[in-house]
């Protein structure tokens, strides 16, 4: 608030019309020195330099991802290389069987390829690797167990016409034994027919 003494001071205004000229001063130049081309000239570079330097990154991760494909391939194929000697190995023992020796073995070989293979598998630096090597051991292992299943089965089948004919002999050596005993033929002709 005011007093009663007190006098607002009057500020000056000048007419409509501005006092001053909108000219340049004699002899200045009218155009700015500072272009955006130069102002941008540094950001340019700079950006020029990272493009170049995202480029060489980009060709040294490229390098470096197929340096260590190569290098997992190389460590898939020595496993596969090593997991398939051993396995000729056991397929040959396999094969001997023969008979009721043979009886089982398919669960064997499953037991087998379970074991060797992850004991190789362990031996992979990462999943990757890991996971190409048990894709590429599964067409392997799936032919191998068909083969044994299938040796198994003849073996069974054998081993079975073999236990049948010992069987038949038994009965007629029991009969010839017992020639006299009309029983005993009777049960020898019974086991024959069978």
Known sequence: MLSKGSRLVKVPTYGPAPRVNLT??????????VSPSLLSAAG??????????????GT??????????????DLIFRAEAAL????????????????????GLTKDAERWWHDSARCHASTMPNDITRKLFEQSMTKLRV??????????????????E??????????????????????????AKLDILR
């Open 143 to 160: 032919r191998s167990l068909d083969a044994m299943s299938l040796h198994e089965s003849r073996e069974r089948q054998a081993s079975l």
């Open 84 to 103: 398939a000697d051993e396995y000729r190995t056991f397929e040959t023992q396999a094969s001997e069987r023969r008979g009721q020796q043979a009886w």
């Open 60 to 73: 040294a991760l490229g390098v470096a991802a197929r340096l260590q494909d190569a290098e997992n391939a």
């Open 162 to 187: 073999e236990s049948a004919q010992a069987s038949i002999t038994s009965s007629i050596n029991m009969a010839a034994a017992g020639w006299h005993d009309a029983a005993a033929v009777a049960a």
């Open 44 to 57: 340019d570079r700079l950006a020029d330099a990272g493009a170049a330097a995202s480029a060489a990154g």
């Open 24 to 33: 340049a001063i004699p002899g200045a130049r009218e155009t700015p020195i």
